[in-house]
Every structure is written in structure tokens, then in C-alpha cells.
């Protein structure tokens, strides 16, 4: 068994970022030897930092999909196409942040004053947005393959927004603050991909949980064995098509991280 977990709002809490609630689960699950597999907006530099705080030593990916990054030691053999990169290997599935900056370039005129973007943003402005403290919100700014847009006008808009980034070859994904604008690729892509890695070393495919509470989950749903919707204390479920098993939390954040693995695990508490 592999899990699969977003993080703001599923393993961390959506205002506080605290992982507490998360730990029982997380303790009884290295008991078990099952891998807690990061799939996540953050950037890179972003996760360094939490797999560590959290105690995670695991691959992970980021950036909604966009890269997976595997430490050295879990996989017998070198991913076909990965490369080498600070003691990972990194396989990426779309364009550099440039692309996708000009591309918000190009749009900006049809939507003047309807937006904002990590580039465009300070510091200050990102730990305003987000709640993160300083050094946090710094590796957030440090996007290597996509740009979080912070969304200023109404909804009717927003829909022509996403639209029009799509009609320019963009994959909009909505998180639970930002609209994520990046190339082809996502969460569930990226799922697949490690779970065939993985696959390729033992005789049985592993069974792939997933856990998030976000429309940019929704492929990583459809794409487990096992999905479950951590239920948000801020916006509707995303809509999974998915014909068994999948379940809700009745708890919010890590509070329905511990409550969902602990009954599909039957782990103890
Ligand atoms: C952004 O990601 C969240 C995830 O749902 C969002 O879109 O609301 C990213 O900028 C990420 O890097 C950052 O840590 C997070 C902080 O809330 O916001
Ligand atoms: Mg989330
Ligand atoms: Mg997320």
C-alpha cells in the first residue's frame, strides 16, 4: 500500500497548517512500513522543509503534479527520464514557470484589475494571502513549473478566466486559495507514474490510497484504488467520478486524515 496525500487541508489544517491531529496515523503507519507519499501545490523548496518537519523521508511530488521527486534508495532502478538532482530523482511532467508567466502576460489586458499572481505578488503579500509565516511564504514564491493566480474578480469571471487560459494550452487547477496555471499535467498523472515505478520492483502492483479535500485532488481520486474527500471546513467537496470506493471524512484536515486511515487501515489508536 502507497498513500497518497495533499497537504493544506488534508495532512494540514487549512488555517493553521498544523499537522497534530495527523500524528497517530502517521506513527502507526511507519509502524507498517507504508510510505506517506506528499502530492501537493507546494513547490520543491516548500517540501524539503515539511517532509522533514513532518518526518516523511519518502518520494513526494509537487507542484499539483508537475514534478516527483524520489530520494535515493527507494527505487532499485534509475526512472527512465528522471534526472539527478539534489540527492533526488526528479521527473518532471510539463513546461518551466516561464512559459506559463508569458501566458498570463498575453491575457492581462482582458483582465485588467481581475487578478494577481505569485510573481507579481511580495513577500509580504504572499504570507498576507496565505497565512504562512515569512520564510514559509518565500519558498512558496519559489515556483519552478507553474504560478499560483490569486483570483480578484467575480465568479462569472473567473470562469472566463479559466477558459481563456485553457484556450492557450494552460491546465488551470483550482486549490483551496489559488488558481494554479500550469501545463498537462496533474495530480493523478503523477500518482500513476510513481505507482508504476514502484510496480516495476515487486510482483504485485501496490494498492494506491489517496486522501484530499480540493478540486486539484480530483484526478489523484479518480486515479487511486482507494479515494477518500477530506471533507473542508471552507468550500463543497470536489466532484469525483468514481464508482467504489470512495469515502468522506466527517472530520475536517488531519483531523479526517487520522479518522479515514485509521478505519480503511484498521490502524490503532
Ligand atoms: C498554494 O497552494 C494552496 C493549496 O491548496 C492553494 O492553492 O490554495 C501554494 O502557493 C502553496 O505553495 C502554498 O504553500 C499554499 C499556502 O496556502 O498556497
Ligand atoms: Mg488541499
Ligand atoms: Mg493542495
Same mark, same amino acid.
Given at each position: 500500500?502507497?498513500?497518497?496525500?495533499?497537504? &493544506? !487541508?488534508?495532512?494540514?489544517?487549512?488555517?493553521?497548517? =498544523?499537522? $497534530? %491531529?495527523?500524528?497517530? #496515523?502517521?506513527?502507526?503507519?511507519?509502524?507498517?512500513?507504508?510510505?506517506?507519499?506528499?502530492?501537493?501545490?507546494?513547490?520543491?523548496?516548500?517540501?524539503?522543509?515539511?517532509?522533514?518537519?513532518?518526518?516523511?523521508?519518502?518520494?513526494?511530488?509537487?507542484e499539483?503534479?508537475a514534478?516527483?521527486?524520489?530520494?535515493?534508495?527507494?527505487?532499485?532502478?534509475?526512472?527512465?527520464?528522471?534526472?539527478?538532482?539534489?540527492?533526488?530523482?526528479?521527473?518532471?511532467?510539463t513546461s518551466p514557470k516561464a512559459h506559463w508567466l508569458k501566458l498570463l502576460e498575453m491575457i492581462?489586458?482582458?483582465? &485588467? !484589475?481581475?487578478?494577481?499572481h505569485f510573481s507579481?505578488? =511580495?513577500? $509580504? %503579500?504572499?504570507?498576507? #494571502?496565505?497565512?504562512?509565516?515569512?520564510?514559509?511564504?518565500?519558498?512558496?514564491?519559489?515556483r519552478q513549473y507553474g504560478e499560483p493566480v490569486?483570483?480578484?474578480?467575480?465568479?462569472?469571471?473567473?470562469?472566463?478566466?479559466?477558459?481563456?487560459v485553457?484556450?492557450r494550452g494552460a491546465q488551470p487547477?483550482?486549490?483551496?486559495?489559488?488558481i494554479h496555471v500550469s501545463g498537462d499535467c496533474?495530480?493523478?498523472?503523477?500518482?500513476?507514474?510513481?505507482?508504476?515505478?514502484?510496480?516495476?520492483?515487486?510482483?504485485?502492483?501496490?494498492?494506491?490510497?489517496?486522501?484530499?479535500?480540493?478540486?486539484?485532488?480530483?484526478?489523484?481520486?479518480?486515479?487511486?484504488?482507494?479515494?477518500?474527500?477530506?471533507?473542508?471546513?471552507?468550500?463543497?467537496?470536489?466532484?469525483?467520478?468514481?464508482?467504489?470506493?470512495?469515502?468522506?471524512?466527517?472530520?475536517?484536515?488531519?483531523?479526517?486524515?487520522?479518522?479515514?486511515?485509521?478505519?480503511?487501515?484498521?490502524?490503532?489508536?
Amino acid at each position: 500500500t502507497l498513500v497518497f496525500t495533499d497537504m &493544506d !487541508g488534508t495532512l494540514l489544517d487549512h488555517h493553521t497548517y =498544523s499537522f $497534530d %491531529a495527523a500524528r497517530p #496515523a502517521l506513527t502507526a503507519l511507519k509502524e507498517k512500513n507504508i510510505p506517506v507519499i506528499p502530492c501537493t501545490s507546494k513547490t520543491y523548496a516548500e517540501m524539503v522543509e515539511l517532509r522533514n518537519y513532518i518526518g516523511l523521508t519518502g518520494p513526494f511530488i509537487v507542484e499539483n503534479g508537475a514534478a516527483a521527486f524520489v530520494p535515493h534508495g527507494v527505487l532499485s532502478q534509475k526512472p527512465v527520464g528522471a534526472i539527478w538532482q539534489d540527492g533526488f530523482w526528479c521527473q518532471s511532467f510539463t513546461s518551466p514557470k516561464a512559459h506559463w508567466l508569458k501566458l498570463l502576460e498575453m491575457i492581462k489586458p482582458e483582465f &485588467d !484589475g481581475e487578478f494577481t499572481h505569485f510573481s507579481e505578488m =511580495s513577500i $509580504d %503579500a504572499i504570507v498576507q #494571502a496565505t497565512g504562512l509565516d515569512e520564510a514559509s511564504a518565500a519558498r512558496a514564491a519559489q515556483r519552478q513549473y507553474g504560478e499560483p493566480v490569486m483570483w480578484l474578480g467575480d465568479e462569472k469571471r473567473k470562469a472566463a478566466f479559466l477558459s481563456a487560459v485553457k484556450a492557450r494550452g494552460a491546465q488551470p487547477l483550482e486549490g483551496g486559495r489559488f488558481i494554479h496555471v500550469s501545463g498537462d499535467c496533474d495530480k493523478g498523472a503523477a500518482l500513476r507514474w510513481l505507482v508504476q515505478a514502484f510496480s516495476r520492483q515487486s510482483e504485485a502492483a501496490p494498492r494506491a490510497i489517496a486522501l484530499g479535500d480540493g478540486k486539484n485532488d480530483i484526478a489523484m481520486l479518480e486515479a487511486a484504488d482507494i479515494a477518500v474527500i477530506i471533507k473542508s471546513p471552507n468550500h463543497p467537496p470536489p466532484e469525483v467520478k468514481k464508482e467504489k470506493a470512495l469515502y468522506t471524512s466527517t472530520l475536517p484536515g488531519p483531523e479526517g486524515w487520522t479518522e479515514m486511515l485509521t478505519k480503511l487501515l484498521s490502524l490503532k489508536n
